[in-house]
């Protein structure tokens, strides 16, 4: 009855198709369809972008000073050539090496050279400095010979900005950068920053080569005491605690590595064993238990009780004379004498049995008792032993802190002595490690602003920043408005795609013939519908759902109605959104009496079929009853309908606010899901699709599609 006509099924060229993506076995061609979509979307975006940083760029050349830039090389050693030599001349490269050229590196940015380079040109006193920078009024401000320590302050930071230490990676050659709108002043500037960190550089080690001639004295003095001192206490602290090191060789030496925190205690070997027995203890405790409560209240249930001979002996008894008795009540009856000695003979058994078991509970209780018995006590020698071992650890650690003192204030009091032979004058002997390499030359061409780099700078800029915000814009949730993003975002099958009508009665007319693209439209989707069934055929109770009231369910539903009329079918519309009714309105019909009240008993099916003027086609409307709770009855109702009619068609309310609206999608045999063109957001539309829960949904209506861009130039891709 409810084979679907052949002519639904029969391909069209005048359908509404969606690419597949995939289909032709190129797997990135609805990817770039995608990015062409969003290019084509943010043309006018992108292409401003564009426009606007290459203008920004040209216009940022010509506005900018130009500025010229002068170089001075230096090479930063190392190590320095030792005149006299006081050890090892070789340096192993370690991570010191880069802690050494980023300390140098940082001395070069530092404001105090700055501020040397800064007095060497007469920057302080020179108001022309100042307004070349751009610093007219913090010159001003702090005019007179109480301002100056002030103003070379200043100048220092405004060369700090100017001035760019370069490292040549894999090279002791350091490049300095001097960038100025004066040639002259750049060339000066590079020229004195080197020189004024060769000198500075020697000044530090002549101070260094002072101070630690001074200091080291002052050292060993005050080390000398302190070894004495700490020599004694351990001595002391050992003599007082009757600590004897036997792990030390019989001559007293410690050897390289010796640690007296870590020498053996007879307490540790005495913990290992004991926690061994308790570890032992525990596993026997555990295993009584576990027998123990295997038992239950049906002791001779137990493994035990099964392997007790004396209880294999009494069942095996048991079942032999309930065998006789058996065989004796069949013969002669239970009232025979025979057979009532062989019933005391059985209560008599099971009596011994139940003995038997409970002797077996109580050795199980013993065998746990003596287990838990041996386990505490092998814990409290564990504890013990654990405070024994932890005192005398602590006497132990105790001793080590003293030695190690000892050991680093000899090691520290022989390393100054040999030191203090060294000193001398090798330091001040020593020459510098900083050489000019290369002396700066007068530019004779501006360093910035370079208009080519800006241009494509700025150009990729405007460029990225269109891009990231249509990549942004297109990130806001408008909700589905391409058809390919349909199955994509919600992982729903895609039945049909329905053209936006010029006019939006056009959709939803329930006695107007609907626009050509519509009624074709409607017809692939009842032949998708029909072949995602098993086996192909249109569903005979169909839910039609959506998220939101405004998405165009209900036209939907009346569209799926008259395209299966128009196949000579027998179908009937009902309308379960109480708190809405809609559906009678478009074939200019009352509400009432309908839906609620057939389900609630005040009506019968007959008084609330109503004939629509579309041959085949009835409706049921909501009725007058908005609280009744529809899903009440509903499949039942279904299920009478389908034996008068071919089809039913239910418009369901909507997701979003009808606590009912799962339950009525669910009542039917398929359930369409209803999406229009940008109306509800993705994410409210899968935690829609969630509340539905295990529902199966034979696919989705894409509604109120309006493409902005010819379909058939994507295609072409």
């Known amino acids: 009855m409810n084979s679907i006509p052949p002519h639904f099924l029969s391909p069209s060229d005048r359908l509404v198709t969606v690419p597949k993506g995939d289909s032709t076995g190129e797997p990135h061609k609805a990817r770039w369809r995608r990015i062409l979509r969003l290019m084509i979307f943010w043309r006018w975006l992108l292409a401003g972008g564009v426009i606007g940083g290459a203008l920004l760029g040209g216009l940022v050349s010509l506005l900018t000073t130009p500025r010229y830039t002068a170089t001075t090389e230096l090479q930063i050693a190392r190590e320095t050539a030792q005149i006299v030599n006081l050890g090892a001349t070789t340096h192993d490269v370690s991570i010191g090496d880069q802690e050494f050229y980023q300390t140098q590196y940082s001395l070069l940015r530092s404001q105090a050279l700055a501020e040397r380079v800064a007095s060497d040109i007469g920057a302080p006193d020179s108001p022309d400095f100042f307004v070349i920078f751009g610093k007219r009024r913090e010159f001003y401000e702090n005019a007179g010979a109480s301002g100056r320590d002030r103003r070379r302050e200043i100048a220092g930071k405004i060369l700090l900005s100017h001035v760019t230490v370069v490292p040549m990676h894999g090279t002791s050659l350091v490049d300095i950068d001097a960038t100025t709108p004066s040639p002259a002043l750049s060339k000066d500037i590079a020229r004195l920053w080197g020189q004024d960190f060769i000198a500075a550089n020697l000044d530090r080690r002549q101070a260094a080569a002072v101070y630690a001639r001074r200091f080291l004295g002052e050292q060993i003095a005050d080390l000398r005491g302190k070894l004495d001192e700490a020599e004694l206490r351990a001595l002391q602290y050992a003599t007082s605690q009757d600590m004897v090191d036997l792990t030390l060789p019989n001559n007293g030496q410690r050897p390289d590595g010796y640690d007296p925190a870590q020498a053996r205690l007879l307490a540790s070997d005495a913990l290992v064993t004991m926690s061994s027995a308790r570890v032992a203890a525990t596993t026997e405790r555990i295993n009584a238990a576990s027998r123990l409560a295997a038992v239950g209240d049906q002791p001779g249930a137990s493994s035990d009780a099964l392997a007790y001979r004396a209880l294999g002996l009494l069942r095996k008894e048991r079942a032999d004379v309930a065998a006789q008795y058996e065989a004796a009540a069949a013969r002669q009856g239970t009232d025979d004498a025979s057979a009532k000695q062989l019933r005391a003979r059985l209560v008599s058994l099971d009596t011994s049995i139940r003995t038997e078991g409970g002797r077996v509970r109580t050795a199980l209780q013993q065998a746990y008792q003596g287990a838990l018995g041996r386990e505490q006590a092998l814990s409290l020698q564990v504890n013990a032993i654990k405070e024994s071992l932890a005192e005398q650890r602590k006497r132990s650690i105790q001793y080590a802190i003293y030695r190690r003192e000892a050991d680093s204030d000899r090691m520290l009091y022989e390393a100054l002595l040999q030191r203090s032979k060294e000193i001398g004058v090798a330091a001040v002997l020593e020459s510098n490690n900083v050489t000019l390499v290369g002396a700066p030359r007068l530019p004779d061409r501006p360093s910035s602003p370079n208009i080519a780099v800006n241009l494509v ?6 460029t990225l920043i269109s891009v990231i915000a249509a990549l942004l814009l297109n990130r806001i949730d408008r909700g ?101 009714p809609s559906l009678h309105l478009p074939f200019a019909l009352e509400n009432g009496p309908g839906l609620a009240n057939l389900l609630s008993g005040d009506a019968k099916l007959d008084d609330v079929l109503r004939m629509t003027a579309i041959e085949g086609l009835s409706i049921i409307p909501a009725g007058d009853a908005p609280d009744f709770l529809v899903a009440n009855g509903l499949e039942q109702l279904l299920a009478e309908l389908r034996t008068r009619f071919d089809h039913v068609i239910v418009d369901c309310p909507a997701l979003d606010g009808h606590a009912e609206a799962p339950l009525i999608g669910a009542a039917t045999a398929a359930l369409v899901y209803v999406v229009a063109a940008g109306v509800a957001p993705v994410a409210t539309i899968r935690m829609a699709l969630r509340r539905l829960g295990d529902t199966r949904i034979s696919g989705g209506i894409f509604t109120m599609y309006a493409p902005r861009i010819r379909q058939d130039s994507v295609l072409k891709l």
């Open 480 to 580: 589905i408005n391409e058809p390919i993003d349909f199955e994509e975002k919600l992982v729903l099958p895609l039945l049909g795609v329905v053209p936006k009508p010029a006019v939006p009665e056009a959709a939803s007319g329930g006695t107007t013939e609907m626009p050509f693209a519509l009624a074709e439209a409607y017809l692939e989707i009842v032949a998708n519908l029909a072949l995602s069934s098993v086996p192909p055929d249109v569903p005979a109770s169909i839910g039609v759902i959506s998220t939101w009231t405004r998405e165009g369910s209900t036209a939907t539903a009346i569209a799926l109605a008259r395209t299966l009329a128009r196949g000579r079918r027998k179908v009937v519309l009902v309308d379960a959104n109480l708190r809405a």
């Open 457 to 462: 700078l700025f150009t990729l800029a405007g």
